[in-house]
């Protein structure tokens, strides 16, 4: 079984300020990695995925995320955000699966707060 | 619009009824599931639909939870005798596997939610 761990619900920062959302994870076997943005009164959507290849991964809106599987980490970064970065935004991992029936894991969420 | 659409938004029952959820997902997609997101945590998995394959009801919390799609279509979630721990917003997503791909790591396009209150 896999876990996920989001070790902050809320992030306050400034607007233009640089953002990082932590996500760890854990897993007895080979993952994916997702994060997804839930904006006020919207559904989920993807941000940024990561399957094999390069650990860096980009995503829309100018995220990023960095896997790094020795620390189990799957942490998001942002440069510069921007009032309308304000949102929910969840870590999500999926375990490797004969079947492909397997649902994605979703930490708590961490809530971004950009204040101008 | 072309999006999963779910209904109704917002649900307020008491406790002992039955609700029943919808789920609309995007055409053409194959695959469904249901997530239950109660405040403050994350999203729990519920039930899995995949086309025409027995659902994936490993997650579903007790008996009194159940659901169903016909086909590739409409799904609903039913709770019998809710309770107020049933109370949370329930997220329905669809997926369009890829062929030769696994559907665990194809981007799941999520609905709005369903904000069932129990009182």
């Known amino acids: 079984a896999q876990s996920v761990t989001q070790l902050d619900s809320q992030v306050p920062v400034f607007e233009e300020a640089p953002v990082e959302l932590r996500c760890n994870y854990s897993?007895?076997?080979?993952?994916?990695l997702f994060w997804y943005v839930q904006y006020p009164n919207q559904g989920l959507q993807l941000l940024l995925k990561?399957?094999?290849?390069?650990?860096l991964v980009k995503g829309i809106n100018g995220f990023e995320a960095e896997f790094n599987k020795s620390q189990t980490s799957f942490h998001l970064r942002k440069p510069s955000v921007h009032i309308s970065d304000t949102a929910e935004y969840f870590c999500?991992?999926?375990?490797?699966?004969?079947?492909?029936?397997?649902?994605?894991?979703f930490g708590s969420g961490t809530r971004l707060q950009v204040q101008p | 619009g072309a999006g999963v659409s779910q209904s109704p938004s917002n649900k307020v029952t008491e406790k002992g009824k039955d609700v029943e959820l919808r789920c609309d997902p995007i055409?053409?997609?194959?695959?469904l599931y249901w997530y239950r997101q109660r405040l403050g945590q994350g999203l729990e998995f519920l039930i899995y639909?995949?086309?025409?394959?027995?659902?994936?009801k490993s997650g579903l919390p007790s008996d009194r939870f159940s659901a169903e799609r016909t086909g590739e279509s409409v799904s609903t979630l039913t709770i019998q005798r809710t309770q107020q721990e049933d109370s949370a917003v329930y997220l329905c997503?669809?997926?369009?596997?890829?062929?030769?791909?696994?559907?665990?790591?194809?981007?799941?396009?999520f609905g709005p939610g369903t904000r069932l209150t129990v009182l």
């Open positions: 999500a991992v999926s375990a490797l699966s004969d079947t492909g029936r397997r649902a994605l894991t």
């Open positions: 897993s007895s076997v080979s993952v994916y």
């Open positions: 990561y399957l094999s290849g390069s650990t």
């Open positions: 055409s053409g997609h194959t695959a």
């Open positions: 639909f995949q086309g025409n394959s027995a659902p994936d």
């Open positions: 997503a669809s997926i369009k596997p890829r062929p030769g791909t696994r559907s665990s790591y194809n981007e799941q396009f």
